[in-house]
């Protein structure tokens, strides 16, 4: 079965996540997202993989090569402009005119049953089975009218307050026939919800809807990345230790999964799930709480508490800091005493000084160096990354 995953989006909504890599590529559970959704794919059977990409396509290529490490074969289909989601697969034509096929986001991690769309689809009359979910805030996302039948009779892309006619929201899960290539344009921007669907409907074409049932999100926001994080850390199956692993009557409790050569310190309890990745020395007196992700290289000082924090390879934090439901991106050193509150993203290779505190939904952009005792109210950017 094939696939066609979209990756070619900037990820402008994640910055400063999204500065130095794709969205694809922003690590969940210590490697790439997109890694994630290969795997999954394969598991579900998608074994021939087309990758649509634009920015920053050359990491893209880095984290997969040609999908045999993963049981799949990609090919890569570059868009040299713009073209918009329907725009961009129909430049990936040769690749899939041939059979049926499922296009996915290049940000979407889920636990869905893909073959079960598939059959679906296979068995309706409809040009595009859309994958819709019942979700609470439908305000983001694309809504359905559809009826008992599965067919879809209207579609609004992000409504507005008195617009909400449905709580089904569109996952960007399509399974298209090959004919839909016929109703896209060639090389000009062209969208599937705001272009293509309308254009169907109008023609009195059919389109179908799908309900599914799991976990999914596309990793659009810093919310939706924390998300993310936390139901992958919840289905680790139990405790692996990759390697030499030196603890000094710390207290931990699974599940866990550890990278080679971690030390954690005296008196330090760990409380899963967590992943921590390779080279990573945990000092003493050290809490780490449940849903919280490590990466490599790092150095977590004495007196520390990281709780719900999904911190990336090469951090430092100094002793006795908090690090609540945050986000640190590469290479940041964060000084002692410092405070980062629920929902603080911090760029790479920011130096945040001693005693400083970075208020809630705070947004800190790469290279930036804050002051000792600083209390930091709003987002800083740097001019040189905007």
């Not at 073959?115 to 359905?144: C, K, V, W």
Request: hydrophobic share 35%.
């Amino acid at each position: 079965m094939k696939a066609c995953i979209m990756c070619g989006g900037e990820g402008t909504r994640l910055r400063p996540l999204t500065f130095e890599r794709p969205k694809p590529s922003i690590p969940i559970l210590n490697k790439p997202s997109v890694v994630h959704l290969i795997e999954h794919l394969a598991k579900e059977g998608f074994t021939e993989i087309v990758i649509t990409i634009g920015y920053m396509a050359d990491i893209i290529e880095e984290d997969l090569g040609d999908g045999r490490m993963f049981g799949v074969h990609i090919e890569y289909v570059y868009e040299e402009k713009r073209l918009g989601t329907a725009g961009g697969v129909k430049n990936a034509e040769e690749f899939l005119k041939d059979e049926p096929f499922m296009i996915v986001g290049g940000d979407h991690v889920m636990d869905l049953s893909l073959r079960t769309i598939y059959r679906q689809h296979e068995m309706n009359d409809a040009m595009i089975t859309i994958g819709l979910m019942s979700i609470d805030d439908p305000r983001e996302f694309g809504i359905a009218d559809m009826d008992v039948n599965n067919r879809i009779h209207r579609f609004l892309e992000k409504p507005g307050p008195g617009e909400i006619f449905s709580n089904l929201a569109s996952t960007g899960i399509y399974m298209c026939s090959p004919e839909i290539f016929d109703w896209i344009p060639e090389d000009e921007q062209y969208d599937f919800a705001k272009d293509l669907f309308p254009a169907l409907m109008s023609k009195g074409e059919n389109i179908n809807g799908m309900l599914l049932r799991g976990q999914w999100t596309d990793v659009g926001s810093s919310t939706a990345y924390r998300q993310a994080q936390r139901w992958m850390l919840e289905s680790l199956p139990g405790t692996s230790i990759e390697g030499n692993f030196n603890t000094k009557d710390a207290r931990i409790q699974g599940p866990l999964k550890i990278g080679n050569n971690v030390i954690v310190g005296t008196n330090s309890a760990l409380v899963g799930p967590i992943v921590i990745g390779e080279n990573t020395t945990i000092g003493d007196n050290v809490l780490i709480g449940p849903y919280t992700a490590i990466g490599s290289n790092c150095v977590i000082k004495d007196n520390c508490r990281i709780l719900s924090s999904y911190i990336f390879n090469d951090v430092t934090i100094g002793s006795n800091t908090n690090a609540s439901g945050s986000i640190i991106d590469n290479d940041t050193i964060v000084g002692q005493n410092c405070n980062l509150e629920n929902g603080t993203v911090i760029g790479p290779r920011v130096i945040i000084r001693d005693d400083a505190t970075i208020h809630s939904d705070v947004k800190i952009w790469p290279e930036v160096t804050i002051k000792a005792g600083s209390r930091i109210k709003e987002t800083i950017i740097n001019p040189e990354f905007d």
